[in-house]
């Protein structure tokens, strides 16, 4: 399989042959893996049992997918990632803030991925051939770990959609093997000497909905357009195209963090996950529960990095997909040194998620309304103008900015960060809002509010003329010959 040469240039219509199918395919291989596994961890660990843990983690999930999935529906019309997209409401050097949200979110993500699966990989060595459990396995893990997935993501989308069907399958079935394995140690009730982190029931809910349900389908704000650009519109109706984006991230999400859920309460892991995760499983699991760490999290990861590296890419447009994807990698991997040395997972994991939630989402409103207002017609030769190092266009606005739009996101971020409530920091206006966190809601609002108040309607781009799909061949065209 050839590498794959594209980076945020626009894809020709002849290269965009993926469909629905495929869409549900990449979103549920890729996630079947311990980087999301462990979100279903968080709310037993703040204290909550069974059934709270799983209304929270449903009900997060959902909201997020009704905000979230609209998106793919932008690189649908403009055919290239979403981050360069953006450039319609923020310019086409605006656009670089798409490109640092989410390059920070891959890069967050990326790192957990392999920080989670190499900890459980190290366990599982440990049981099974007596290899120490101490900062030098680790290291090496996570140094294997990230070069396969460097290869993976090097090698792009065709690649990382094969083994996302193959995931699909394997680790769906790894998963229901598991669910027998952990099944004599399992419980409703919150991981021993765990109390409600926030002090009492309603808040500590909230705060799992978000940091475990509604963090999973915002981390694809700025993903999902790296897959609906090989999607052709003029095959698929935006309809099925909304419709397989929502089923992928409902079950492709739900999935293995619900497993984490089960699996936590089973294992009794409250203020860690890996370590406890191993020590519960039966012997005869240890195996398919490696299989599970080293694959899923390539897969996982794999696909972060691909992200990270059309990111880097788009805000360094002298570099390749390819030396991109490398430098990236090269920055997860050191996240992931500094995670598992220095810092606890259970207070990591939610301030990463709370504060990247606060700051990518009035990009995300911003980026949706612009769709709405243009009816998703672009000029998608105008949003290249940055990476052919030029100038002009409809979408050059003022030096290739469109400051109003910019000035809309940076205070619907500012706004978030004020009223965020992390482990590790509490914004100023959680006095307001009763220590409850209104972080997503109040970045949204008021990125969205500030975006229509500043910017006008933005004149109607002239409609493409559109591209034939090729036609099938015709079956009196094909000659036997004896």
Known sequence: MPIEQRGVDTIPEEERTSGPRDLVSILLGSNLCLGVIVFGWLPPSFGLGLWPSVTSIVVGTVVGIVFTAPLALVSLRTATNL?????????VRGRLVGSVVGLLLSLGYTALTLWIGGDVMTGVMGRLIG????????????????????????????LLLRMSRILAVGMI?????????????FTTAAPPDTEYLLGSFWPTWLLAAVAAGLSG??????????????VSPHRHRPKKVLAATALGLFVGLLTPQLF??????????????????????????????????SAGSIGNAGLMLYSMGLDLDAIVPRATRTTATVVAALVATAFVFVGSFAWDAQSAMTSFVLLLTAIGTPWAVITLIGYARCRGVYDADALQVLNRRSRGGVYWYRAGWNLPATASWALGAAVGMAAVSTPLYEGPLLALTG?????????????????????????????????????????????AVD
């Open 83 to 91: 981050s360069t997209s953006s450039g319609a409401q923020f310019g």
């Open 131 to 158: 290899l120490p459990d101490d900062q030098g396995v680790r290291a090496l893990t996570y140094g294997l770990l990230a070069v396969a997935t460097v290869v993976a993501a090097v090698f792009g989308y065709r």
């Open 173 to 185: 079935a790894l998963l229901l093997v598991g669910v027998v394995a952990y099944a004599g140690d």
């Open 217 to 230: 389908p915002v981390a694809f704000i700025t993903l999902l357009g790296d897959y609906t650009r090989y």
């Open 260 to 293: 984490g859920t089960y699996t936590a309460l089973a294992a009794r892991a409250g203020l860690d996950y890996a370590g406890p995760l191993v020590a519960a499983s039966p012997v005869w699991y240890l195996l398919p529960l490696f299989l599970a760490a």
């Open 435 to 479: 220590g409850v966190d209104c972080s997503f809601i109040l970045s949204g609002l008021v990125g969205g509010a500030a975006y229509l108040a500043m910017t006008p309607r933005p004149a109607p781009v002239p409609v493409p003329a559109p591209v034939p799909a090729p036609e099938p061949r015709p079956a009196e065209a094909v000659v």
